[in-house]
Protein backbone atom coordinates (compact mmCIF):
# COMPACT_ATOMS: atom_id res chain seq x y z
CA UNK A 1 0.00 0.00 0.00
CA UNK A 2 1.52 3.11 -1.02
CA UNK A 3 1.11 6.37 1.18
CA UNK A 4 0.99 10.03 -0.63
CA UNK A 5 1.33 12.96 1.91
CA UNK A 6 1.09 16.67 0.43
CA UNK A 7 2.59 19.67 2.12
CA UNK A 8 2.83 23.10 1.37
CA UNK A 9 -0.67 24.36 1.13
CA UNK A 10 -1.98 27.61 2.88
CA UNK A 11 -3.08 30.90 2.08
CA UNK A 12 -1.48 33.72 -0.45
CA UNK A 13 -2.32 36.96 -1.76
CA UNK A 14 -3.22 36.86 -5.95
CA UNK A 15 -0.03 37.17 -8.05
CA UNK A 16 2.10 35.22 -5.08
CA UNK A 17 3.85 31.98 -5.09
CA UNK A 18 3.39 28.54 -3.17
CA UNK A 19 5.46 25.08 -3.28
CA UNK A 20 3.59 21.74 -2.81
CA UNK A 21 5.22 18.47 -2.31
CA UNK A 22 3.88 15.39 -1.74
CA UNK A 23 5.64 12.53 -0.12
CA UNK A 24 5.67 8.82 -1.29
CA UNK A 25 6.24 5.39 0.80
CA UNK A 26 7.30 2.87 -0.50
CA UNK A 27 10.38 1.22 -3.06
CA UNK A 28 8.96 1.96 -6.11
CA UNK A 29 8.19 5.55 -6.27
CA UNK A 30 10.60 5.95 -9.38
CA UNK A 31 8.57 3.50 -11.79
CA UNK A 32 5.38 5.19 -11.72
CA UNK A 33 3.84 8.11 -12.78
CA UNK A 34 2.56 10.72 -10.50
CA UNK A 35 -0.04 14.04 -10.64
CA UNK A 36 -1.66 16.52 -9.29
CA UNK A 37 -4.95 17.27 -9.30
CA UNK A 38 -7.52 19.86 -7.81
CA UNK A 39 -11.15 20.33 -6.60
CA UNK A 40 -12.92 23.56 -5.93
CA UNK A 41 -16.17 23.39 -3.68
CA UNK A 42 -18.68 22.20 -5.61
CA UNK A 43 -16.97 21.17 -8.34
CA UNK A 44 -15.64 18.13 -9.75
CA UNK A 45 -12.15 17.01 -9.39
CA UNK A 46 -9.45 18.01 -12.26
CA UNK A 47 -6.41 17.33 -13.61
CA UNK A 48 -3.65 19.89 -13.22
CA UNK A 49 -0.38 18.46 -14.13
CA UNK A 50 1.19 15.27 -14.54
CA UNK A 51 5.08 13.71 -14.97
CA UNK A 52 6.06 10.38 -16.50
CA UNK A 53 8.23 7.92 -13.97
CA UNK A 54 11.29 9.25 -15.26
CA UNK A 55 10.82 13.00 -15.22
CA UNK A 56 11.12 13.41 -18.79
CA UNK A 57 7.56 14.46 -19.75
CA UNK A 58 5.22 16.53 -18.16
CA UNK A 59 1.68 18.09 -19.19
CA UNK A 60 -0.22 20.75 -17.32
CA UNK A 61 -4.15 21.90 -17.81
CA UNK A 62 -4.56 24.69 -20.09
CA UNK A 63 -5.40 27.20 -16.89
CA UNK A 64 -2.21 26.35 -15.03
CA UNK A 65 0.38 26.47 -18.79
CA UNK A 66 3.35 29.09 -17.97
CA UNK A 67 2.33 29.44 -13.91
CA UNK A 68 2.64 25.92 -12.64
CA UNK A 69 5.46 23.67 -12.79
CA UNK A 70 5.47 19.80 -11.75
CA UNK A 71 8.58 18.03 -10.70
CA UNK A 72 10.12 14.93 -9.10
CA UNK A 73 13.14 13.68 -7.30
CA UNK A 74 12.77 9.80 -7.38
CA UNK A 75 15.91 10.02 -5.02
CA UNK A 76 13.79 11.31 -2.26
CA UNK A 77 10.30 9.91 -3.14
CA UNK A 78 8.59 12.85 -3.70
CA UNK A 79 7.14 15.01 -6.17
CA UNK A 80 6.52 18.92 -6.16
CA UNK A 81 4.37 21.63 -7.58
CA UNK A 82 5.93 25.29 -8.20
CA UNK A 83 2.52 27.37 -8.59
CA UNK A 84 3.61 30.85 -9.31
CA UNK A 85 0.98 34.06 -10.44
CA UNK A 86 -1.87 32.15 -8.49
CA UNK A 87 -4.92 33.71 -9.13
CA UNK A 88 -8.27 33.32 -6.82
CA UNK A 89 -9.85 30.94 -9.21
CA UNK A 90 -6.78 28.12 -7.99
CA UNK A 91 -8.71 28.44 -4.74
CA UNK A 92 -9.24 24.17 -3.63
CA UNK A 93 -7.66 21.24 -1.59
CA UNK A 94 -4.81 19.94 -4.13
CA UNK A 95 -4.20 15.97 -4.11
CA UNK A 96 -0.94 14.28 -5.44
CA UNK A 97 -2.09 10.88 -6.76
CA UNK A 98 0.40 7.89 -8.15
CA UNK A 99 -0.57 5.70 -11.57
CA UNK A 100 0.66 2.52 -11.91
CA UNK A 101 2.56 2.67 -15.19
CA UNK A 102 5.39 4.76 -16.62
CA UNK A 103 3.80 7.31 -19.03
CA UNK A 104 1.71 10.27 -17.56
CA UNK A 105 -1.70 10.03 -17.76
CA UNK A 106 -4.88 13.09 -16.70
CA UNK A 107 -7.78 10.88 -16.19
CA UNK A 108 -8.46 11.25 -12.39
CA UNK A 109 -9.63 7.47 -12.91
CA UNK A 110 -6.41 6.77 -14.02
CA UNK A 111 -4.92 7.16 -11.35
CA UNK A 112 -4.41 4.10 -8.18
CA UNK A 113 -3.38 6.31 -5.20
CA UNK A 114 -4.29 9.63 -3.71
CA UNK A 115 -3.04 11.38 -0.81
CA UNK A 116 -5.38 13.84 1.81
CA UNK A 117 -5.20 16.83 0.13
CA UNK A 118 -3.48 20.58 1.21
CA UNK A 119 -5.67 23.40 1.15
CA UNK A 120 -4.53 26.46 -1.28
CA UNK A 121 -6.60 29.19 -0.70
CA UNK A 122 -5.75 32.18 -2.91
CA UNK A 123 -6.90 36.11 -1.80
CA UNK A 124 -7.84 39.30 -4.42
Known amino acids: QVQLVESGGGLVMAGGSLRLSCAASGRTFARYAMGWFRQAPGKEREFVAA????????TNTDSVKGRFTISRDNAKNTVYLQMNSLKPEDTAIYYC?????????????????WGQGTQVTVSS
Open 51 to 58: ISASGGVT
Open 97 to 113: AQALRSTAPMAVGAYDY
